[in-house]
């Protein structure tokens, strides 16, 4: 590599590094802070959000500009406070399970936002970002690789191959990039002008203070790695890994022809393929883009899963560390397992597990205030316990109808005791009263709403596992869609999906729609044919069977 000159000059067609700000673009990132940022800390001058939405337009456009024009910014700006944040589930009695987080100015965060947009802009408007990295890209969802890797399982098997799969850990991935070899990538792919220098001018002369209690450290500057907690990082780390190149082979998971044998999400890598030898090639082009690129895998978090009948384990190694063999393995928040033939058994029973503890912890809430209003319990429902039970469900269906049991036992608890219901009480009142979906149809109305999303933001490999999922239902193999049409016909009012047809956003949309009909009818069914619920079936006022009673927003109960 090159290196790269003190001042750069932009290359691009479009002058994306050295066009002038415009006010739409002021008036973007204040919107984006108002939706996702407005809470955020302060950094030690002490201005929040709130105050730097106050400030015209037109004045933070002169200020962004002056910045980037001087290759220069306010001293206050630079200057960000370290704190540690514990990492979930670790030992928080061991420091290295704290995640360093560097609180900045929040005007500093505003301009790195706006440089952020021109950067990602540039690169994926020039395809500088791979298919397979699908962290921190807009258009593409965190269940995204989750759902390729599990198509990847099927066609493996319906080849009657095993597919090998290795989980790599980097360690401090972000903390450890080597700043100058950063610098030198983007220069060389494109990357140059004046935002391009302001940033470099940002990382040399940013220091930092380390705050514990009423202690301040020293100041001091960090020579590597990239700013954690900065908006313009995630793109930086994806352009930093970008020319990552792991050599196919005839052994690697075709899917709808496209060859897929490794996937990223930000540092999180999965690489897999058929055989043993294919995947130790793939191991050792990986560790040596680390050598190159002073980064590092952790060999002893780094496993291997085996999907599917092999002849014996493998033995895979990374810099001649032999890795473990697992039968478990939490990739992107789903658990896979490579012990029963339902890869996401184990993922299910944990995610209603976690559900029965948050919804306790809920309803504990009680012991101090007193009986929760109905409203504000099912609210608490929606907010704290729904995540957990749908965790997933857009990659694990429910294709066997035993296969939610466990979550709707969860769900139906919790309403029986806001509702103030006996465990032997008719559970289709939990949902005509409440106007919450079953278990069941709630996880089915996402995997559609999934389907929907991979079908009108066409994220390329996700598409690419979707037409090979419809091959394989097509040809009597398992797979995700013929999982989805199988789960939609088992409801006691079947909706019918044709995997034959032609897949498009209209049709999944009326699909929802069948699917709402069919709870609604099984609804008044169940109501209207129990003799238990005489004064429901008798309601003088057209009431949809499906929704929250006014009478559930009474304070007391």
Sequence with gaps: MKAVPDETVDVTEQGHFVRPWAMNEVEDAKAHIREHSLKSATGIDKVAYERVLRIPNEELLHLFQACVDSRDAPTTWLTASLIGIGKRGKDLGDPTNYRAVGLESCMLKMLTLMIERRIRNWAESTGKLPMSQNGFREGHRTNNNAFVLRTAIEKARANGKPLYVAFVDLSNAFPSVDQPTMWAKLYDAGCRGPLFDWLRMLYSRLEYVVRSGGDVSERFRA??????????????WNLFLADLVIRTSPDDVVLAGVAVSHLEQADDIAIFTTSVRALQEKLDDLAAWCAVNFAFI?????????????SEPPRVYINRRLLSVVDSYVYVGIQFASSSRDVFAPHTEGRASAARRVANACLSIESYVGPLPPWAALTLYQSHVDPYVTAGCEVALDSKVSSATQLEAVQLAYLRRVL??????????????????????RRLALALRYLQYVLGQRPALPLAALAEARALALSGKASWLGDLRLALSKLTT?????VAAPLTEDGVAGCLEDLRTSLVTDLKQQINGSTRLT?????????????????????NR
């Excluded at 590597?224 to 313009?232: M, Q, R, S, T, Y």
Aim: glycine fraction near 6%.
């Design 223 to 236: 020579l590597a790695g990239i700013l954690i907690g900065d908006p313009a990082s995630p793109i930086l």
């Design 420 to 441: 103030g219901l006996n465990p032997r009480s008719v559970k289709v009142v939990m949902f005509s009263e409440t106007g919450l979906w079953p278990m069941r149809y």
């Design 298 to 310: 952790n060999t002893t978090k780094t496993q291997v899963m085996v999907f599917g009948n092999a």
């Design 494 to 498: 079947p909706v019918v999906f044709d």
């Design 535 to 555: 004064i429901l079936s008798a309601r003088k006022q057209r009431d949809p069977a499906l929704e929250r009673r006014a009478y559930l927003a009474v304070t």
